[in-house]
């Protein structure tokens, strides 16, 4: 059963620098979204990308962050200067046309320190 | 899209049915009900989703109330492994946006 994969599956960083969380969509899904949850909270939306545009982004993805696909199959979260409140599980989420489910990754800790 | 209702935990014994109830009162003609969990700290994982009548999978069956107001999703034989919390989403389909607004859900933990 194909599946929305996510690297790496642990990010330690320091306050300050970038990272870049990564994605592989399931292929042939043209919908894609970035969804985080800190540490016992609830998961929330971040932002979705369709038709190599943000067509939704929430108060949380201010200037900091940004979303690309930079080669028709990754789909990447980079955050440009992280904070400690940056610390939390982020997934990806990916949607074909046919059906309206969106198959979520394993998540990316990201630890920043 | 329509606020939900979960009672924040409910307990199963291993092999019977787990039947987990959802409020939606306020759901609109074209909202549908979307379920999903998530089982410790990985990716939400879909479930089943229906509109008005009710759905069955390999997973479980929803069960959608007439004034659709309110649903019940059933595990009909529940393991250990879906020890999850389960979330109950409703949104409308299709469109570029989509996103899903996940709530507290229900723990639900199956007892050996």
């Known amino acids: 059963e194909p599946e929305v994969t996510q690297t790496p599956s642990h990010q330690v960083t320091q306050m300050g620098q970038e990272v870049i969380l990564r994605c592989v969509p399931i292929?042939?899904?043209?919908?894609f979204y970035w969804y985080r949850q800190i540490l016992g909270q609830k998961v929330e939306f971040l932002v979705s990308f369709y038709n190599n545009e943000i067509s939704e982004k929430s108060e949380i993805f201010d200037d900091q962050f940004s979303v690309e696909r930079p080669d028709g199959s990754n789909f990447t979260l980079k955050i440009r200067s992280t904070k400690l409140e940056d610390s939390a599980m982020y997934f990806c989420a990916s949607r074909g046309l046919a059906k309206n489910i969106q198959y979520f990754g394993a998540g990316t800790r990201l630890s920043v320190l | 899209d329509a606020k939900t209702t979960q009672p924040t935990s409910m307990d199963c014994a291993e092999g019977r049915a787990a039947n987990l109830p959802c409020n939606h009162s306020t759901i609109s003609g074209n909202e549908y009900v979307y379920w999903y969990r998530q089982i410790h700290s990985q990716g939400p994982q879909y479930i089943i989703h229906g509109l008005k009548n009710n759905e069955t999978n390999e997973m479980a069956s929803l069960i959608i109330t007439e004034d659709r107001k309110s649903s019940t999703l059933i595990l009909p034989h529940a393991t250990l492994r879906d020890t999850a919390v389960y979330y109950c989403i409703v949104r409308v389909g299709g469109g570029a946006t989509n996103k899903l607004i996940f709530g507290t859900g229900t723990l639900l933990a199956v007892q050996p």
């Open positions: 292929s042939n899904h043209l919908y």
